[in-house]
């Protein structure tokens, strides 16, 4: 049985005691999330992830929005997963249709940073997604296919278990312009299809997310598909009301 999983990307929002004024109030819906079997976190920038994990329930996931793969050197502007680590933080959002857009994120780069979180026993949620000109071409599947194997080559079963995978079409992220539910569905099998055929049976244990403009109002259906096992929510997980609202619509 997966278990649901609600995650907030806040992507380059909030400053630090914004985040922590948030931290601070999610508090009762972490235990709520809890209480009712459901992950609840929010992904941070690298400024504020001390401040939420030290403020947020324990109960809160606490994820990263990117981590380096090598353990230090030169690399100016980077983060190691050490540095994560000395906080607690095992949770990192991989290849992200933003950072592959702007910060040339290519899957073997996605592969070699899951690799070294794998290896470091934390939890990637590795991103996945085609352009509009690929939807428009028809090329959903062999854009996400090709993304899937070629970000998760060499890991092994054992290696996939903890793996979280979100599918997110990048012409609906932060556009207001929703996949439909059965795009949502069909897409999240699919990537559980390919998951299956490279790792076998324990695909079925992988949660594979859906995220795109996700709101309170919509986060029900694409959760009521079978094989959506979650959301990972921007817009709609800045404000401590919309995150509260999404949490209690799926409960
Ligand atoms: P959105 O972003 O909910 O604002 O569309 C989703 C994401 O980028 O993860």
Not at 42 to 65: C, F, G, R, Y
Not at 78 to 103: C, Q, T
Not at 154 to 169: F, I, Q, R, S
Request: glycine content about 6%; overall charge neutral.
């Amino acid at each position: 049985m997966r278990r649901k999983l609600l995650l907030g990307n806040w992507k380059m929002n909030k400053t630090s005691a914004e985040a922590k004024e948030f931290a601070l109030q999610s508090r009762p819906l972490a235990e709520k999330a809890k209480l009712n079997n459901i992950d609840l976190g929010v992904a941070p920038t690298n400024l504020s992830l001390a401040t939420v994990k030290e403020n947020a329930s324990k109960d809160m996931i606490v994820s990263a929005q990117n981590v380096h793969f090598k353990e230090s050197g030169a690399f100016t502007g980077e983060v190691s997963i050490p540095m994560l680590k000395e906080f607690n933080i095992d949770w990192v959002l991989i290849g992200h249709s933003e950072r592959r857009a702007y910060d040339n994120e290519t899957n073997e780069k996605c592969n070699l940073k899951i690799k070294a979180l794998i290896a470091n026993d934390m939890v990637p949620v590795y991103c996945v997604g085609e352009t509009l000109d690929e939807f428009d071409a028809g090329k959903t599947k062999d854009v996400v296919g090709k993304q899937v194997r070629e970000g998760l080559k060499d890991l092994t079963k054992d290696d996939v278990k903890k793996l979280v995978v979100a599918y997110e079409p990048v012409w609906s992220i932060g556009t207001g312009k929703n996949a439909s539910t059965d795009i949502a569905q069909d897409v999240c099998k699919f990537v559980r299809d390919v998951l299956k055929e490279l790792f076998g049976e324990v695909a079925d244990e992988i949660r594979v997310l859906y995220g795109g403009s996700v709101k309170p109002d919509n986060i029900k259906a694409y959760l009521s598909c079978k094989d959506v096992d979650g959301a990972l929510v921007g817009g709609a997980s800045l404000k401590i009301d919309s995150y509260e609202a999404l949490l209690n619509n799926i409960l």
